[in-house]
T-cell receptor, first 112, second 114 residues
Framework: DAKTTQPPSMDCAEGRAANLPCNHS???????VYWYRQIHSQGPQYIIH???NNETNEMASLIITEDRKSSTLILPHATLRDTAVYYC?????????????FGTGTRLTVIP | NAGVMQNPRHLVRRRGQEARLRCSPM?????VYWYRQLPEEGLKFMVY????????ESGMPKERFSAEFPKEGPSILRIQQVVRGDSAAYFC????????????FGSGTRLTVV
């Protein structure tokens, strides 16, 4: 599975968009980009995933660059409840091992 | 549609005792994963099981730890002769056949060894 690099921490004002970057320069053609988050003391929560097209759901948007070497998770209107550690994971479940590797993630703090 | 259920939520054990952590996957999910999170650290994969089979235990400590997922009933993570260093949050996740859309995690069991 390709490695990912994320900034260790970010702040975002409440109500503003939170843009969380992730670099995955060694991503291969069949690997998807997954985002999870872990709110303090809770189990990780799936947010969104994508292969090469931009994706949007009720929680967030995922923008993947054309060369697929980086992506950005966008929380359009951050709330205090979005304060969490966000993990970017690159994975091909079809061929790789079935476990997810959680790195250190980005600790997002939403400020009132 | 209940999510992944883990119990107990909190477990206190004295050094040398056994700890049993239970995980009931989501309905229709036949794959279970256990992760451990030490204080102030990230989640580390421990073991991946399907019904009655251990598929990948590459993250399990070699001694004192075992896991099972019987045909009937929840998956069990068992830690024998617990030590203080076993104090952590243990999370279980489940997925359908192949986890193409990621998995669903439970709320975890927080084990404290005193």
């Amino acid at each position: 599975d390709a490695k990912t690099t994320q900034p260790p921490s970010m702040d975002c004002a409440e109500g503003r968009a939170a843009n969380l970057p992730c670099n995955h320069s060694t991503i291969s053609g069949n690997e998807y980009v997954y985002w999870y988050r872990q709110i303090h003391s809770q189990g990780p929560q799936y947010i969104i995933h994508g292969l090469k097209n931009n994706e949007t759901n009720e929680m967030a948007s995922l923008i993947i660059t054309e060369d697929r070497k980086s992506s950005t998770l966008i929380l359009p209107h951050a709330t205090l409840r979005d304060t969490a550690v966000y993990y970017c994971i690159v994975k091909n479940f079809q061929t790789g091992a079935n476990n997810l590797f959680f790195g250190t993630g980005t600790r997002l703090t939403v400020i009132p | 549609n209940a999510g992944v259920m883990q119990n107990p939520r909190h477990l206190v054990r004295r050094r040398g005792q056994e700890a049993r952590l239970r995980c009931s996957p989501m309905k229709g999910h036949s794959h279970v994963y256990w992760y451990r999170q030490l204080p102030e650290e990230g989640l580390k994969f421990m073991v991946y099981l399907q019904k009655e089979n251990i598929i990948d235990e590459s993250g399990m400590p070699k001694e004192r730890f075992s896991a099972e997922f019987p045909k009937e009933g929840p998956s069990i993570l068992r830690i024998q002769q617990v030590v203080r260093g076993d104090s952590a949050a243990y999370f279980c996740a489940s997925s359908p056949q192949r986890a193409n859309y990621g998995y669903t995690f439970g709320s975890g069991t927080r084990l404290t060894v005193v």
